[in-house]
């Protein structure tokens, strides 16, 4: 069962999909952080000094009463509470990274193109018989099926 395992694991599909895993995980931190400290700030100053983080709505307040500072405030307190800010930041994330996908896809797509057109086209190895119709050898001067001699 072990030697399955490990015959299973050393697979080239599986090693890739594993480096892909630990690669999207680290991108998906490297999103995160532009979207949380890059992007979000100045659109929070252009709004009025929003804090994105910190946008939320509460739908029923903690043991300790309102108004709360902040989400974590609010959170520590028990507050029940629509996290719009943090909502919008998800979303901001995943268009980044649906963005970046799509960007290197296409990319792909494209090497791939360009691969296939470099490569000539085979010769053919096969031609009909001009009697039978059937499909036989490109070096043939016989037919098989129907025994008539082909012209070169």
């Given at each position: 069962?072990?030697?399955?395992?490990?015959?299973?694991?050393?697979?080239?599909?599986?090693?890739?999909?594993?480096?892909?895993?630990?690669?999207?995980?680290?991108?998906?931190g490297i999103?995160?952080?532009?979207?949380?400290?890059?992007?979000?700030?100045?659109?929070?100053?252009?709004?009025?000094?929003?804090?994105?983080?910190?946008?939320?709505?509460?739908?029923?307040?903690?043991?300790?009463?309102?108004?709360?500072?902040?989400?974590?405030?609010?959170?520590?307190?028990?507050?029940?509470t629509?996290?719009?800010?943090?909502?919008?930041?998800?979303?901001?994330?995943?268009?980044?990274?649906?963005?970046?996908?799509?960007?290197?896809?296409?990319?792909?797509?494209?090497?791939?193109?360009?691969?296939k057109?470099?490569?000539?086209?085979?010769?053919?190895?096969?031609?009909?018989?001009?009697?039978?119709?059937?499909?036989?050898?490109?070096?043939?001067?016989?037919?098989?099926?129907?025994?008539?001699?082909?012209?070169?």
């Amino acid at each position: 069962m072990l030697k399955d395992f490990k015959a299973f694991i050393m697979r080239g599909n599986v090693v890739d999909m594993a480096v892909g895993v630990v690669i999207g995980a680290s991108f998906g931190g490297i999103v995160k952080s532009l979207v949380d400290d890059v992007l979000m700030p100045p659109i929070g100053l252009l709004l009025g000094r929003v804090d994105f983080s910190n946008l939320y709505l509460i739908l029923r307040e903690g043991t300790a009463p309102g108004p709360y500072a902040a989400l974590a405030e609010a959170k520590k307190a028990g507050a029940v509470t629509l996290n719009l800010g943090l909502f919008a930041n998800t979303v901001i994330n995943f268009i980044i990274v649906a963005l970046a996908i799509f960007l290197v896809v296409r990319a792909v797509n494209r090497l791939q193109a360009m691969q296939k057109s470099k490569e000539p086209e085979a010769a053919p190895s096969t031609r009909e018989c001009p009697f039978c119709a059937s499909t036989i050898s490109i070096k043939a001067v016989r037919c098989p099926q129907c025994t008539s001699a082909l012209a070169e």
